[in-house]
């Protein structure tokens, strides 16, 4: 110290006003590089970037952004209703991914409900109390936003690879073209971790942006040999009343994904066996009419929800408007399909449907059979977008004036369940088709539909 007000930094003095501006320098250096090169830890995706890419629309092309205009989604005389949305869930109660086109497979739309988390109870007790499956053997149950409103903020990612990325990198080998699936969820760890993975978030999304942590899951479905590898079990998982022997990638979960969700018990991750799929037979149409025996996935009974924007916001109209309930979202209801041009309820009068190509006509046409109403549970009441829950609506709403169907007593129904239906003669992988929606992102044109 040379005096009062004088700092030696190895051998210089400089008095405060000199150390002020040397750090005023330094932090006008590093500026600049914090912002263009952000200190934030990789994520998987980074690496995904090179070789693959994001499947959906994203929210600044979403097709339902003015889903709340009523004239835009009015029935007109001799127009048939389009296909406004399309929307798939890879995860059962998880945030969906809104597409421009999707390919049509017999157990609904490619991707939809491919997983489902389950929660495993205690085994049965000496004195015979417990929970197990009607066979005896332990079970785990299938969990949805329901019991766990979190569920609803846990982003999905599906990873396609892109043929000109590999091109570039000169990579062809299988391994690089599996289909990825990350999930996200907000997490952020005690002491200074947790402060730098916070000031990385915000460095990198912005002043609100949180840290999040991401677990990488493969799609295709594994083989023998990769299941011994990786741990995986094939275990019994129950979806309402039904035993499903699944596979169990509850070895691929952090614990921090149960502790974000609430869930007490142990969580698991199901993937549905693509040579397993559960058979579909009430209000379905017969083996010999459609083509094939229709069968789902981890969807509660059908493949595929079809939902009618007139029909939602004329049923939003119903909701008492002191319940402190805003805007009626329709992916409350979680919808693959979503139609625009139709009249309130119009629906619940087809038999089938038929979508056909825009003005492009790259599309064959698309038919499905329209089994049944689809009745409502609590699930409604949670807010897709942050997963807040309100204590009573929609469900009050829904089973007071949606109360329509004489085979679900008691319950509310909106949007309609399908099976998808293909032409005669085809089996195996010629059972698939493409349906596309408002945009999607090729020129392809609007899903155009024709009821009977």
């Not at 008095?15 to 250096?29: E, P, Q, R, S, Y």
């Not at 417990?130 to 332990?138: H, L």
């Not at 009974?301 to 402190?324: C, H, M, R, W």
């Amino acid at each position: 110290m040379a005096g009062l007000g004088l700092v030696d930094l190895k051998g210089l003095n400089l008095d405060a006003n000199g150390v002020f501006m040397l750090g005023m320098t330094i932090l006008a250096f590093l500026i600049p590089i914090v912002l263009i090169l952000p200190p934030v830890p990789l994520q998987k995706s980074d690496a995904l970037l090179q070789t693959h890419s994001l499947a959906g629309l994203g929210a600044a092309k979403s097709n339902l952004k003015k889903q709340h205009t009523a004239a835009a989604h009015a029935a007109h005389d001799g127009q048939p209703a389009t296909v406004q949305s399309l929307v798939i869930y890879p995860v059962k109660s998880c945030k969906g991914i809104e597409l421009g086109k999707s390919k049509v497979l017999p157990h609904g739309l490619q991707h939809d409900r491919t997983y489902t988390c389950g929660a495993r109870f205690p085994p049965p007790v000496a004195d015979g109390s417990g929970k197990d499956d009607d066979e005896g053997e332990e079970c785990w149950d299938f969990i949805t936003q329901r019991q766990f409103a979190r569920l609803a903020t846990v982003v999905v990612e599906l990873w396609l690879p892109d043929e000109m990325k590999l091109r570039r990198q000169g990579l062809n080998a299988k391994s690089d073209r599996e289909t990825w699936m990350i999930l996200r969820f907000p997490w952020r760890e005690s002491g200074w971790r947790g402060w730098f993975a916070a000031m990385g978030a915000k460095l990198a999304g912005g002043w609100r942006a949180e840290p999040q942590r991401e677990v990488l899951l493969p799609v295709d479905f594994p083989t023998k040999q990769e299941i011994e590898e990786r741990g995986y079990t094939y275990e019994n998982v129950r979806i309402w009343k039904e035993r499903v022997r699944a596979l169990n990638l509850e070895k691929d979960l952090p614990e921090e994904l149960r502790l974000y969700l609430g869930v007490s018990n142990r969580l698991g991750l199901f993937r549905l066996d693509p040579a397993a799929l559960r058979e579909v037979h009430e209000c379905a149409p017969s083996k010999e009419t459609a083509g094939y025996q229709p069968v789902t996935g981890f969807q509660d009974a059908y493949p595929v929800n079809i939902q009618n924007l007139s029909s939602v916001q004329k049923f939003g109209t119903e909701i008492p408007k002191d319940a402190g309930f805003g805007k009626l979202d329709v992916l409350r209801f979680r919808p693959n399909i979503v139609l625009s041009g139709a009249p309130a309820y119009e629906e619940e009068t087809w038999k089938k449907i038929c979508f056909k190509s825009g003005i492009s006509g790259l599309f064959n046409p698309v038919r499905f059979h329209i089994a049944c109403r689809t009745t409502r549970c609590k699930l409604p009441n949670v807010d897709p977008a942050d997963g807040t829950r309100h204590p009573s609506e929609p469900d009050r709403t829904l089973r007071k004036v949606r109360n329509v169907d004489e085979g679900a007593p008691l319950k509310g129904c909106l949007g309609m369940q399908s099976i998808p239906l293909f032409d005669k003669g085809l089996s195996g992988d010629d059972l698939e088709t493409w349906i596309g929606g408002r945009n999607d992102g090729g020129g392809r044109g609007n899903g155009r539909a024709c009821s009977s």
